[in-house]
């Protein structure tokens, strides 16, 4: 699977072959410092005074080299398919040979970032529902009102939750119309990409 790089992030990494190979491996040290602590101006300043360039070139070096790392990263994609995607980028043979090595020294760190900033959210354990109609009452002789129990447990952070819901029927089967309806939006390709990415 090869990367589709949009041309903004072409551009930012076109700075690369600018400089040499030891500057590109200080980005790439500078890129997995960037996904772990965060954006750091000073950096950017002190590189940009070493290289003449403005801190915004830098600054886009590094972005678009943190891209190029974490897209590859998420995805898993091979030494082959890395390669032919930063082939297409037009850089020398060295160059391209040390971006990927960057990317198989960083490759597990980087998932194991991208992975601790993942929200933790519940999952889903089991569901146990329950039928009540109540067919009068005092007031009422004929009447008939049903409700739906549902008994929902969730697994989250290693125990267990349980939420107890109730709703009428009408409702209900609103609600499984619409999770019908998402789980049919999810086969689209948008949505595939989309969830691609975000692994």
């Known amino acids: 699977m090869l ?4 041309e903004e992030h072409k551009e930012h990494l076109a700075f690369l072959p600018q400089v040499d190979s030891a500057v590109v491996a200080e980005f790439g040290r500078i890129a997995v410092e960037f996904l772990r602590r ?13 290289l003449n360039v403005s801190s915004d070139t830098v600054q886009h070096g590094v972005e678009g080299l943190t891209y190029l790392l974490t897209e590859s990263s998420k995805l898993m994609i091979s030494e082959l398919d890395f390669q032919d995607s930063v082939f297409v980028l037009g850089f020398s043979e060295e160059l391209n040979k040390l971006l990927l090595q960057l990317y198989l020294d960083n490759r597990k760190e980087i998932r194991t970032i991208l992975s601790e900033l993942a929200p933790d959210l519940p999952s889903y354990h089991s569901l146990e529902w329950r039928l009540d109609v109540q067919l009068a009452s005092r007031s009422l002789r004929q009447q008939i009102k049903p409700a739906v129990t549902i008994k929902l447990h969730l697994n989250h952070n290693g125990g267990h939750n349980t939420n107890i819901l109730q709703t009428d029927p009408a409702t209900l089967l609103h609600l499984v119309q619409q999770l019908e309806q998402a789980l049919e939006e999810m086969k689209t390709n948008h949505c595939r990409r989309v969830v691609r990415n975000i692994k």
């Open 3 to 6: 990367l589709d790089l949009s």
């Open 38 to 50: 965060g954006s750091n101006p000073k950096v950017y300043e002190g590189a940009a005074r070493k």
